[in-house]
């Protein structure tokens, strides 16, 4: 069976191609979405722009079948989970270094 970025589905994707959210990742995920928000259906037009969704909460798994197109109003519920990597990240490397002296 082929998977969505061609290859059969049980082949190892190279993410490191997808490590950054490049035009074309962004508009494959909105081709999919239909230029909607994936939660609430608004269609996106030039005041509502879309936001990307990062489903396993990696930052850097740009894979379109990781990202959901939303609404500013609907990313708003998962921006904490966009955010918290960084800062579990950050506290990591606060008291690494603490912990190190």
């Known amino acids: ?13 190279d993410k490191s191609k997808y490590q950054h959210l490049t035009m074309s990742i962004r508009q494959t995920v909105l081709e999919r979405a239909r230029h909607r928000c994936q939660k609430c259906s608004v269609k996106f037009s030039a005041s509502i722009y879309p936001q990307f969704e990062h489903i396993n909460g990696s930052l850097k798994d740009n894979r379109p079948v990781n990202l959901h197109a939303l609404c500013p109003a609907c990313f708003k519920f998962v921006e904490k989970k966009e955010s ?3 800062i579990v990240h950050n506290m990591r490397s606060t008291f690494g270094g603490i912990l190190k002296k």
């Open 1 to 13: 069976m082929l998977s969505f970025f061609g290859g059969s589905s049980n082949e190892k994707v």
């Open 84 to 86: 918290r990597k960084g």
